[in-house]
Nanobody, 121 residues
């Protein structure tokens, strides 16, 4: 099995910054994709950013220029640096690990438990 644990999050004022961290453990092949998704009340879960093992990144248009995703392949960790936060960034943020290659019994996607980010004055 693969375990995914997020840390960070909390309450921040508009214009502020937060950093989310996520660590994955278990049997994970190196060619994986790690990412952050978020879900606001009454809305569907949406991609925020993802990063491949080769450091290729994808960002949602709504966060481009404000959020930065990075990873440490040796530690199977991924980070999300969030700057210039807006009230509309308020959501539960989930870490995702996607395994293109996996051993028998593994699923393709693993999720963390989620961490709340609230942007409010």
């Amino acid at each position: 099995q693969v375990q995914v644990v997020e840390t960070g999050g909390g309450l921040v004022q508009p214009g502020g910054s937060l950093r989310l961290s996520c660590a994955a453990s278990g049997r994970i092949f190196s060619d994986n994709v790690m990412g952050w998704y978020r879900q606001a009340p009454g809305k569907q879960r949406e991609l925020v950013a993802r990063i491949m093992w080769n450091m290729t990144t994808v960002y949602a248009d709504s966060v481009k220029g404000r959020f930065t995703i990075s990873r440490n392949n040796a530690k199977n960790t991924v980070y999300l640096e969030m700057n210039s936060l807006k009230p509309e960034d308020t959501a539960v943020y989930y870490c995702n690990v996607y395994l293109p290659r996996r051993v028998a019994g593994q699923q393709a996607d693993y999720w963390g438990q989620g961490t709340q980010v609230t942007v409010s004055s």
